[in-house]
């Protein structure tokens, strides 16, 4: 469907009403996520310091000449782990989500294929759950945070840091790390949050810039 006026002019979701037109996507983009309402998600906020909770990646863009009618994304979701999704899903409801999208520039096409290969490959994957108290704890304190970061997985933004790093190639791995302060790759791809996706100066915001 055209986003020119005319008999196919487009339709906006009720977020774009609000956020603006998304942009045409690619595949490999990464899709933030901040949910309203929810406790859970506020606790991850605070303790990441970070206006987004999630983040999932854009897998098959929509292309109605192939068949394609949706931007389909994937993403770690609890309690069911990897699924794939209609990005709608976000867009319907401003009062439950709202979204940003930020993209690595110069991807070549090859490493976008096989970023798109290792997220088919990962359908299914288990989501490692958060402790409540845990959380209730590091989000309260300086101290407990801390600890909290250091031990558990914020498992969203760990597939997509592990999607970037294992597709890229070894030389060019500086070009595909999130997190600034990580000690090692395992490290790396376990304690990646949201935040540090957001705020990685190896991506740029192509929709609704916020931190």
């Known amino acids: 469907m055209s986003k020119s006026s005319g008999p196919d002019k487009y339709l906006a979701f009720p977020l774009e009403k609000i956020r603006g037109i998304l942009p045409e996507l690619k595949e490999a983009d990464i899709v933030f996520v901040h949910h309203h309402r929810s406790f859970i998600r506020y606790l991850l906020r605070k303790i990441m310091h970070s206006y987004w909770d999630h983040v999932a990646l854009v897998l098959f863009t929509k292309d109605v000449g192939k068949g394609q009618y949706y931007n389909q994304i994937i993403e770690a979701s609890y309690p069911r782990g990897i699924e794939i999704h209609k990005l709608e899903k976000y867009l319907r409801d401003p ?35 958060a402790s409540l108290v845990g959380m209730i704890l590091a989000a309260f304190s300086k101290k407990f945070s801390l600890t909290f970061l250091a031990q558990q997985r914020f498992c969203s933004s760990g597939f997509v840091q592990k999607s970037f790093y294992e597709a890229s190639n070894w030389d060019e791995r500086e070009k595909f790390i999130f997190k600034k302060d990580h000690l090692s790759p395992m490290e790396l791809e376990d304690l990646t949050t949201p935040a540090d996706i957001a705020t990685s100066e190896n991506t740029e915001w192509v929709y609704n810039e916020k931190l």
């Open 95 to 129: 009062s439950k989500y709202d979204i940003g999208i930020k993209r690595l520039p110069n991807l070549d096409a090859s490493t976008r294929r096989r970023i798109t290969a290792f997220m088919l490959m990962n359908v299914d994957a288990p989501y490692y759950k």
